[in-house]
DNA sequence: ATCCTATGCATAGGAATGCGAGGTATTCGA
DNA sequence: TCGAATACCTCGCATTCCTATGCATAGGAT
C-alpha cells in the first residue's frame, strides 16, 4: 500500500544528500519504509521523469561498468520543494490525525 | 490540501457515533482537521455514494424541516472497515515518518 | 552451456481519486 | 428583496498509481 501523492516528496529525500539511479531510489524507499511502502516501475520511472521535466532533478548517463544507469541529482528548486513538502506533510497527516485519534 | 484515498475513512469516521448528512459531515472534516482537509462536494458526494454501494453506510431520507437531507449511518461492515483503515493509517504514515524524518 | 533471478530502464492501458464548474432548490438574515 | 449559507447532484478533466509488457545485461545455479 501507498500513499498517494507522496512518492514526488520520497524521491527527492532519496537523493537528498547525493545522486542516485531509479532502481536504487526504489529499493531504498522499501527498505527505509522497512517494506510498507512499495512503489512499482510502471509508478517510479514516470515520476522521475516529470520531476526532471519541473527541474526538480537532473539526470545524467552513469557509464559504470556495463549496464547503463540514469543517475538523478537534485537541483536548487528540488531542494526547496523538499523542504516545502516536508511541512506540508506534517500539516496535512498531522490533521488526519486529529480526526482519526492518536496524535 | 487533501491526502488521497483517506476520505471513505474520515467520512466512516464522522458518522462513528450517529448518522450525519452529507454536507455536516463535510464540515464536521473541516473543522476537526482545522481548516487543514476541505474536501470538495464534487468529491464528497460521489464518495458517499460509493460507500453506500459498497454497503459500508445506508441512508435515509431525513424528514426534518422544510429542506431534505439524506443522513448516512455506518454498518457493521463500515465498522469493520473504519477498524482496518485506522491501522492502516498509522501503518502507512508511520512509514512515510519513517523516510520524512521525525517519529 | 543454459536458465532463472535480479538488475535496470521504459511505455501503454486502465482504474481510482479529487477538483472545478455547472445545475437545482430552500431558508434566513440584512 | 436579495444574497449567503445550506443542501443535494452530475459531468469532464487532471493526476496518480498499478498491471502488463518489452528490452537488455549480469551472476549464480543446474
Known sequence: MNLRGTLPTLILE?????????????????????????????????????????????????AEKGRPRRYYRITEAGLAVLANDRAEWRKVSGAVNLILGEA
Chains 1, 2 share one sequence.
Do not use: C
Not at 544528500?17 to 522497512?34: D, F, L, V
Open 14 to 62: 532519496a537523493i537528498e544528500r547525493e545522486p542516485n539511479h531509479g532502481y536504487s531510489i526504489a529499493q531504498r524507499i522499501k527498505k527505509r519504509s522497512r517494506g510498507v511502502l512499495d512503489f512499482k516501475e510502471g509508478t517510479l520511472y514516470p515520476a522521475l521523469h516529470k520531476l526532471e521535466n519541473e527541474g526538480l532533478v537532473t539526470s545524467y548517463e552513469g
